[in-house]
């Protein structure tokens, strides 16, 4: 039986954090309890149940991800590329893979095949992209905790205007993208030294 691999990534466009990626193959037959569409426009706690679904279910699940800094180095393309490949090599033999989005060269055909809007088109496209939100929204939560006052609890690190906010106020955290105009811009502010120097436990 040939092994396909559904492959999404979320935090493209967030101003911190890491991107992250899944791959999952699903078994035959896999019904989820709900419509799946767009991750975004699921609730939280139907992510939560989709994504626990697919990884008590699915043939083989695995995450990938690529940091801030990578971001910042290679640019957001790049490194999206990275944590899907990382998330591959993590998944084991497959033969083919469907991803969202437009054609990228290092994905290339007759083994990958881009899908424009994947994940409401392709089961397996919609359960890597949920499995890879839930993942990194537990991330954000927890860094949060570490670094409060940007909402990434509630908003995931996206330039929410309570996120803009408190770049404004504090600066960025250690955890910021200075390549992104918003952070990059922020620097000029007065605000939390702590923040502004980028000091801090990142482990």
């Known amino acids: 039986m040939r092994r396909v691999v559904g492959l999404d990534e979320v935090g493209r466009g967030c101003l911190a954090g890491p991107v992250v990626a899944a791959a999952c193959v699903l078994p035959p037959g896999f019904v989820p309890p709900f419509p799946v569409r767009d991750s975004k426009q699921l609730s939280r706690a139907q992510r939560e149940l989709l994504a626990r679904m697919v990884l008590e279910h699915a043939s083989a699940v695995a995450i990938g991800a690529a940091s801030h800094r990578e971001v910042d180095l290679l640019n ?15 998944l084991g033999e497959w033969d083919h893979v469907l991803y969202d989005g437009l054609p990228m060269p290092e994905l290339p055909p007759p083994r990958f095949t881009a899908v424009v809007n994947g994940d409401e088109l392709c089961l397996s496209i919609a359960c890597a992209a949920v499995v890879a939100k839930v993942t990194r929204d ?4 927890r860094l949060a905790r570490r670094f409060p006052g940007y909402g990434w609890e509630h908003n995931a690190g996206y330039g929410t205007v309570e996120h803009l906010a408190a770049l404004e106020q504090y600066g960025p955290s250690p955890f910021h993208r200075r390549t992104f105009a918003p952070v990059r811009l922020s620097l000029v502010y007065d605000g939390c030294p702590t923040a502004r120097d980028g000091r801090g436990d990142e482990r």
């Open 76 to 90: 957001v393309r790049r490194a999206t590329v990275l944590a899907m490949q990382r998330a591959l090599r993590r």
């Open 138 to 141: 537990r991330l954000m939560a």
